[in-house]
């Protein structure tokens, strides 16, 4: 007898083990988690052999059981726990991506990333090992500055809603003391939206300056890679501004404008000190002239050298230049396509400017890089335009040279210009400002 109990123990405790149920009746209070856990089932697992929809059951119903469909079930997936990391100094994002296994790409993605740049602080997400990146966007929304002329039939109210800011907002933007000054005929300063091609990777440093012998001439360059967001080109005036009667000597410009590399610009009349062609500068046009050619850069830092519009006479002057940041009307064009040019436009007629002379000459490689080229030897523009060609560069323009010529980095004057020159042509290298469009 004692041997008998002690079996039926034992029966009773082995037998859950050894013989599981094909089926399981509802019960008042029963539910589907409640069951799954009685049986050693998942509810994902009972609710997949019984072809459940939902977690709703009823008192009576037959569950099945059985062995066949319990395995043929896999287990639910556990979901790992989100992973954040926060952006220490140094960090970049290709760091962060190798760190954790994962793709710059998918880490963009996951983070809304258009581009590279995170700042300490910042929490980032880290996706799933695997994870592919979002589709490359080809364009970005960046927010632009342009300038507007009130019309009588506008109010401060209808031109704040039109750019979706505040009056007080378009107030501050235009440093007015109030909005009653905001006024019909007042020039103002808005922000626009304008979707641009997103800028490649930079293949360099933003700004490097050699000294070089391109057939056997010492020339001093400077080389610019327009793909960093944060470069800038643009005029660089004397105090006093344009027009005013007074220049400034290239290496004066150097210290004062805080300019990485400086340039001295393109002709301008001896006593006033008046560009002889257009310039625009932060989108606005500050002179025009006969000049036919010019740089002209987007704010998005893509670069052409193109035909004056404002020689296009059906073009008026409001309306030139539109979609530009930076206007410099400058020549002859001695490169064109990579080709040495023998003949100039006819608003070149100064015998000077053919003769032997110190040269300064502005060009481009691509329209994402920039080169400025600077020297003391005694050139001919056709000379000048080989030493350009020998150096790369597809596309040229002459700038004053003679006793203008001159070139300035980090704030000092590798060649200081004789005289003192109407501007010079600056390149900035972290600039954070507004960016302004024509």
Known sequence: MRFRYLFLIFILLLGPALAVPSKVTVHSGDTLFKIATRTGLTVAQLKAANGLKGDTIRVGQVLKLSKAAVTAIPAAPTRAPAVTHTVQRGDF??????????????????NNLSGTLITPGQRLRIPARGAAPAPRRTTEV??????????????????????????????????????????????????????????????????????LRPLNIPVQVVNVDLRWRDVLVAPVLPGGGLNFGSGARVGQLARN?????????????????????????????LTWGRIPQALAITPDNRAAIRPS????????????????????????????????????????????????????????????????????????????????????IQDALLLDGGSSTGLAWNGKSVLDSVRKVSYGIGVFTAYTGRRYIR
Not at 313 to 330: D, F, H
């Open 93 to 110: 994002l290709s760091k962060i991506a190798g760190r954790y296994g994962v793709s710059v790409g998918a880490l963009q993605a996951a």
């Open 142 to 211: 960046r927010t632009l500055f342009t300038y507007i002329y009130m019309k009588r039939t506008e109010t401060p109210t209808i031109i704040a809603r039109r750019y979706r800011i505040s009056v007080d907002k378009l107030r501050r933007i235009n440093n007015l003391g109030s909005a009653r000054y905001i006024v019909p005929g007042i020039k103002l300063l808005v922000p626009s939206h304008v979707p641009v091609p997103i800028p490649p990777k930079p293949q360099g440093r933003a700004a490097t300056y050699k000294q």
């Open 257 to 285: 404008s805080g300019a990485r590399a400086i340039i001295n610009g393109s002709y301008f009349h001896p006593h006033s000190f008046a560009p002889a062609g257009d310039i625009v500068m932060q989108g606005r046009m």
């Open 309 to 392: 519009t404002t020689r296009l006479l059906q073009i008026p002057l409001s309306s030139a230049w539109q979609g530009m940041e930076t206007v410099i009307a400058t020549g002859p064009r001695i490169l064109a396509g990579g080709r040495v040019q023998y003949q100039y436009s006819n608003a070149f007629r100064d015998p000077a400017l053919f003769g032997r002379a110190a040269r300064s000459a502005i060009g481009l490689i691509s329209n994402r890089d920039l080169v400025m080229v600077s020297t003391r030897s005694r050139l001919t523009t056709t000379e000048m335009a080989k030493v350009m060609s020998r150096l790369g």
